[in-house]
């Protein structure tokens, strides 16, 4: 079975 | 709950075990655990914060690829930034807090150097300023 495999991300945080 | 309680000073080892025994159980805990220790990283109390970064320094070396994945992730990194940086929360957490977050990322530099987004959220850091050496 493939594994659900989640690459959503948000952007790294403007400081 | 009971591996980041704040009214037990010490580290419950044995706790703090279970809690990656079930996240290494099941897939779908894998990936919520992370969200999970950020609202504890994120508590006023001191204690509950520093319980929840000892946690998840120990997750992240126990509890597999997936929950790996996810602390690599800016959308859990930006939640240990908001943590240091005044324009976020910075302002109402210890000093101590603060360096044993930096403490726990750079040490992430250094053992996961394939993870580019942890480098970048740590360079941004120094860079700002938030990081001093």
């Not at chain 2, 279970?18 to 805990?29: G, L, P, T």
Request: proline content about 4%; charged content about 30%; aromatic content about 10%.
């Amino acid at each position: 079975t493939v594994s659900f495999h989640d690459d959503s991300d948000e952007d790294l945080l403007n400081v | 709950d009971k591996a980041t309680d704040p009214s037990i000073p010490e580290e419950n080892w044995e706790c703090i075990q279970r809690f990656c025994d079930r996240v290494n159980a099941d897939k779908e805990s894998s990936s919520l655990a992370p969200r999970l220790l950020a609202h504890k990283i994120q508590s006023p109390q001191e204690v509950e914060a520093l319980h929840a970064l000892t946690v998840l320094e120990t997750c992240v070396n126990n509890c597999g690829e997936r929950f790996h994945n996810e602390i690599a992730k800016f959308r859990f990194l930006n939640e240990l930034i908001k943590v240091l940086c005044p324009k976020y929360y910075g302002t109402w957490f210890s000093e101590k807090v603060k360096s044993r977050v930096i403490e726990i990322m750079f040490s992430w530099t250094v053992w996961f150097p394939q993870e580019v987004k942890i480098r970048d959220a740590y360079q941004m850091l120094k860079k700002q300023g938030i990081v001093k050496e």
